[in-house]
């Protein structure tokens, strides 16, 4: 027999979950609704073209094609850089550091995410930028035959407001968020994996390799992915580091620009005509479509961990 409180507490759980599905979809197809009257006026190719031009609503031209650029090489740089730290922080953690202060450690780590995202910003802009200018000049003068380490449309390399130093900046933020999901993944390696790899004469690292490695992968990247669905909806952080964009950018990690997020938040003053709005706001539903396509991916790895597969 069902009691009254269990089907109450079903009730309430399916229609919870059901309003989070309505409340996604509702603002999917609102995006959707307000974008359409400005795609069917713009003058160029919505998905091939860098142009930006909405101040004249009777002949808008706008594309995505820069901003997607600056908001994809900015959260590949952050996640070449976080996915290993996260990976080392999270083994640490887990398998090497004694409880007294693993406990501790994580908490900072933890707190990490507590950060304003303007203080991140504040931080890459006037310290992290100067700090990092003897590096970003050695990349382009001895890598700078590589298109990706060539001069940027920021002169001279190494001005702090660059896609290589937006990227280190994210790599900060969503360390946070990648160590905590590998973590727990991590901590879930069953002690008689762990215990009978160590009998039979494996040392520590040997053990993570064979046993707890392979266990906690799938986390491990779906964390990874979380990470890149926060780094590509940043918005204050790299509207302060990147908004110096004085031409097209050169596909260089040393352009600056504009993302998505930081895009619409700096047009904000042109939001006094519906098709100029609907500009940004089909920049806004194309980074919602890359969001939760990131996230669903992320989530169906993750829901894949934990099976002890190798």
């Known amino acids: ?9 079903a009730s309430l759980a399916t229609g919870s979950g059901a309003f989070v599905v ?5 603002i999917g197809i609102f995006l959707l609704l307000r974008a359409i009257p400005a795609l069917r006026t713009d003058q160029v190719n919505f998905l091939f073209s860098g142009a930006w031009n909405t101040s004249d609503p009777s002949h808008l031209s706008f ?6 650029w600056i908001t994809v090489s900015s959260s590949v740089v952050a996640l070449v850089i976080a996915m290993p730290l996260s990976c080392g922080i999270a083994l640490f953690l887990t398998q090497y550091a004694p409880r007294s202060l693993a406990r501790p450690f994580a908490y900072v780590v933890d707190l990490l995410a507590a950060v304003p995202s303007v203080v991140y ?3 890459g802009f006037l310290v992290l930028g100067p700090v ?20 940027g449309n920021v002169k001279p390399v190494g001005t702090g407001t660059d896609v290589f130093t937006a990227g280190i900046v994210l790599a900060v933020m969503i360390i946070p968020t990648i160590t905590g999901v590998s973590r727990e993944v991590f901590q879930r390696t069953p002690n008689t994996h762990i215990e009978g790899a160590l009998a039979l004469g494996a040392t520590r690292w040997e053990v993570v390799r064979t046993t707890v490695w392979p266990f906690g992968r799938n986390g491990f990247i779906g964390g990874s992915m979380l990470g890149l669905g926060r780094a590509l909806g940043e918005t204050m952080a790299l509207t302060i580091i990147l908004s110096a964009a004085p031409s097209r950018p050169n596909y260089s990690i040393f352009d600056a620009g504009a993302t998505f997020a ?31 396509a990131v996230n669903a991916i992320a989530r169906w790895i993750e829901s894949s961990s934990g099976k002890g597969k190798s």
């Open 1 to 9: 027999m069902v009691r009254a409180g269990d089907r109450v507490f």
């Open 262 to 292: 930081s895009k619409i938040a700096l047009g904000s003053a042109e939001f006094n005509n519906q098709l100029q709005v609907g500009a940004y706001i089909s920049a806004g539903l194309v980074l919602f479509v890359i969001t939760f």
């Open 132 to 151: 990092l200018r003897p590096i970003a000049i050695w990349l382009n003068e001895n890598l700078g035959w590589i298109p990706l380490f060539a001069e």
């Open 121 to 123: 910003g504040l931080w």
């Open 22 to 26: 309505a409340v996604i979809a509702a």
């Open 63 to 68: 594309g995505i094609l820069d901003l997607a």
